[in-house]
C-alpha cells in the first residue's frame, strides 16, 4: 500500500478527476467532490444563467461554458448534487463537456488550481462507502464492474451489488450472534442451573454454518477464471504452424516462423481479439522427442502451460496424413478445455473433405481447418476459440458466487475460526470448560464476516481495496 493511499479516511477536502474511459468520446466527464465542490466549479465554469449555481436542493442541471483562460472555452453542462444527493453524500459536480483527453485534463488542471485536489483510484467510491452509501461489497463490486471484460463478469458483479451476498451473510452474522450470546449467557450465569445451550446444539450449529460457508467459498473459487483475461495456447509437433497461426490470428508478426522444425524455443504470448472477446495466445515449442536440451525444457514449459490455460489448441499440420496417435499424445499432455486445428490447408490437394473427416475422427474434440498462407478459416477459427471461451465462463459464473479477494480471506479466517470452534466442542461435554475459548471464536468468525458486509472498517482494508480502482470512480 502505498503513502497515499491511507487518506481515503480523509473527506474533508474536494477530490477531482476525470471519470470517463481514456480514449476517444465524444463526451468526457470531470467529476469533484466535497465542501467546496460547488466554489470550485463557479471559479472553472460559467453559466449561461449565473444564479442557477446558486446551491441547488438535491440536483440539477445547469448549461454553460468550461472556462479555461480568456480566450479558451467549451460548452458543457454542470450536473449540481447537493449533499446527501450524490454518489458519494457530499455536494458533488460533475462537469460533462468535450470528450478530447487535453481538454479534460485542462479541466481538472483548473480545478486543481481553485482549490480540488486529485482523487486517488477509487476515492469517490471509497468516500461513498465512507458515507454509508455502499457497503464493503457493494464498493468492491463497482471495482469488478470496473475491471469486468465480459459480459459474464459484468453479471457476476451485479449480482453482489444488488445485495444477494450481503443478505446471505447477514443472516450467517445472526446466527452467529444468536450463539455467541447464549456462550456469553452460560459464562455469565455459570451460577444459575440453567443450560443455555448444550455442547451438542452448539456443535450442530456451528456444523451448519461451516458447512453453508464452506460452500459459499468453494463455487466463489471458479470465480478467479471468470476475472482474468483467458489464455489460449497453441500445442502441437515442431514445424505444424503455430508460429505462423498466432501471427495470424493477432495480425502483427510477434512469432518468428520458419520451415527449420525447432524455430520457436520459449513460450510467447500475444494479445487477440476473437470474436469480441479479448485473450492473450500463447505460441510454444513443438513437442517431440528431440533430446537437444534446449528443447527438452522448452517442451516442460509447454506441457506447464497446458495445465494452466483456459483453451489448449492442439495444432497439426493437416497437409500431412492424420498421425491419430500423436494427436491422442498431445491431448494427454492437457486436462482442460481443447479443441483441435488443422494447419496448411492450402496445402491439401483434392481430398479436402477426406482430410477434414479423418481429423474428425481422430479424436473427439471441436474442430477447426485454417490456412495461415491463405487466410481460409482463420475468422471460423477466431469464433470458434471464442464460443470455447465463452462456454466455460457461462459455467462458472453459474457455480460461481462473486467474490473478491477481500471477501474471499474474510470468509475463509471465518470459517477456520468455525473449524477451531468445532474442534473446542470435541474436548468437552462440559460448554463451562470450553465456553472462553468458543466465545473468542465466534468472535473471530463475526469480525470476518463484518468485514464482507461493511460494518466493520480500518484504513488499511479501505486503502487496499480502494487503491484498485481508476482514478475518477
Ligand atoms: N503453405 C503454408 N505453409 C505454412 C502455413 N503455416 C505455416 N506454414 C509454414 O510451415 C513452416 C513452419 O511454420 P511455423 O509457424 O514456424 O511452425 P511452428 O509450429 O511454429 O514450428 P516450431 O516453432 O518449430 O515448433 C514455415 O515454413 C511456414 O511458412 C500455411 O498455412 N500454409
Ligand atoms: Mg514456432
New binding site residues.
Partial sequence: MDGASSNYADVDDTIVAVCTARGVAPRGIVRLSGPDAFAITQAVFEAASPEALSRPLGFRRVDGDVVFDQHHRAPAQAYVFTEPHSYTRQDSVELHTVGAAPVLEMLVERCIRAGARPAHPGEFTARAYLSGALTLSAAEAVATTIHARTDAQLRSARKVMRGDLRDTIVAWQDALADLLSLVVADIDFAEEPIDFISTDELASKVADLHGRLGALIRSSESQSRIDAVPHVL?L?????????????LTGIDR???????????DILTAPATLDGIEAILL????VDDSPDVVLVHARQRAQEEAGRVDLVCI?V?V?QPVDAEAIARLKQLADGPKMLIG?????VGEDRDGRTSALRQAVDLPVCV?????GEGIDDLRRMMARELIAQATDAEHSAISLSTNQHVALTTANEALVRCLELTTTSDNLLDIAELVALELREALDSLALTTGQVSTDDLLGRIFSSFCIGK
Fill in positions: 497453441l502441437g509437433l515442431p514445424n505444424a504452424g503455430k508460429s505462423t497461426l498466432l501471427n495470424a512469432a518468428i516462423a520458419s520451415a527449420v522444425s525447432g524455430t520457436t524455443r505460441d510454444s515449442a513443438g495444432t499440420d497437409s494447419t496448411k490447408f492450402d496445402l485454417v490456412s495461415a498462407a491463405s
